[in-house]
């Protein structure tokens, strides 16, 4: 009796431990995408959060003023087998990474300021159908990859016109890494397209204060009028005068150019001016109008911040800054609509506009020499047919400035 008796608790001991009778926890490790409308307390409810920690979670944030997680941003969530639970928000833009930790009942909110690893791959193909989804067959159906490989062609080219079936493209990009886990597609560091027989490339240099610039070989923009309103290009929707509006279902017009970047980054005047117009509508949200010299005028909407130094009637300078990103307004994601009137009949603003702002034109011209050392002798030795319209252009808005 007692042999029987020892001999099912050996039998059941060995069914403990071979995890038929206990449930052993496990890590659990997932990357994940804010989706359009998806708020903070929805994706804690959908990562089943505790409701109480939730709540202390959200009120931490809510006091912490930092800015809003956005659609398209990357978080991942992470619960260790001693039930530690972190769900991490990623802004590459900054580099400021907004961090929620759970220990038991301690619940904590912080900044992490880093820098992802990251790796560096290669591809190339044929245009089969649109270039976006060419792109999109090759990195799966993630658009970054497609939407900033395009940004860096954006300006010069014009894809329905100058794209032919099996025109051929090169892209590096950057795979960004936290620890062992993949998090995003990063940066789009050397592309390459075929256009009517011949191949462009760009490259792209970080601005060292934030946002950067492609750069390429030779010079297809001719006369430019305007520097970009923003210092890092991003564009979500182009020019469409018969554009389906993403929000209310019908055809209308889109008459100018949306730079997507998250909210607060700061919006700049692209030449001086005078304000003729700001405040806050139904429509555009804040928004501000500026005339220029040569018939011009610029306007800026759906923007979380008017600088309180602007007023109608001030003057103002190149590279001023005028607000900064935000989605108030008829607005699904954060982003700048730039529109550009000439003559008073609205205008493509890439067909106007250098696909750089006047602060990083400004840092190209000073920091040239030290920037070329960091790109191929092949290409150091056009990079400056590139920027030659530039510098008359820096010099002729810097003698125009003193003039007023």
Not at 65 to 89: H, L
Not at 224 to 240: C, D, G, K, M, N
Not at 252 to 266: A, M, Q, W
Request: net charge positive; proline share 5%; aromatic share 12%.
């Amino acid at each position: 009796m007692i042999r029987q008796f020892a001999g099912f608790f050996f039998v059941h001991f060995l069914f403990l431990i071979s995890g038929h009778g206990a449930q052993i926890p496990k890590e659990i490790r997932a990357v994940s995408t804010v989706r359009h409308g998806e708020r903070l307390r929805d994706i804690f409810d959908h990562l089943k959060i505790n409701p109480v920690s939730a709540s202390q979670l959200l009120e931490l944030y809510r006091r912490s003023k930092e800015v809003g997680i956005f659609p398209g941003q990357k978080y991942r969530y992470v619960k260790s087998k001693t039930g530690y639970q972190e769900i991490k928000f990623y802004n590459f833009s900054s580099q400021r990474h907004l961090q929620f930790a759970i220990r038991g009942s301690k619940v904590d909110l912080d900044i992490k300021q880093q820098v992802l690893r990251s790796e560096l791959v290669r591809r190339s193909g044929n245009v089969h159908g649109s270039l976006m989804k060419s792109i999109q067959a090759l990195f799966g159906e993630d658009p970054w990859v497609a939407y900033r490989f395009m940004d860096a062609f954006a300006f010069d080219v014009k894809w329905k016109q100058d794209l032919k079936r099996g025109s051929k493209y090169f892209l590096s990009i950057e795979k960004r890494f936290d620890g062992p886990d993949f998090i995003a597609f990063g940066e789009v560091i050397e592309a390459s397209l075929e256009v009517h027989d011949e191949l462009i490339s760009r490259k792209f240099l970080s601005y060292p204060d934030g946002g950067g610039v492609f750069v390429g070989s030779e010079n297809r923009y001719g006369p430019r009028e305007l520097f970009a309103p923003v210092h890092y290009i991003h564009i979500s929707s182009t020019f469409q005068p018969r554009r389906l509006h993403p929000i209310r279902g019908r055809r209308r017009p889109h008459l100018g150019v949306d730079f997507e970047l998250p909210t607060g980054e700061p919006v700049v005047a692209p030449l001086q001016g005078v304000v003729t117009k700001m405040g806050r509508n139904r429509s555009s949200g804040n928004f501000v109008v500026i005339d220029h010299q040569g018939g011009l005028s610029t306007s800026y909407a759906h923007l979380s911040f008017i600088d309180p130094n602007l007023h109608v009637g001030r003057r103002i300078s190149i590279g001023t800054n005028l607000g900064k990103i935000g989605c108030t307004g008829y607005c699904t994601n954060p982003h700048l609509h730039f529109t550009v009137k000439k003559g008073g009949g609205h205008v493509d603003p890439l067909r106007v506009l250098f696909p750089f702002s006047y602060q990083v034109a400004q840092w190209r011209r000073q920091e040239m020499q030290s920037s070329l050392q960091k790109v191929d002798v092949g290409f150091q030795n056009n990079i400056a047919k590139f920027f030659g319209p530039l510098l008359g252009s820096l010099t002729e808005a810097r003698e125009t400035q003193k003039r007023e």
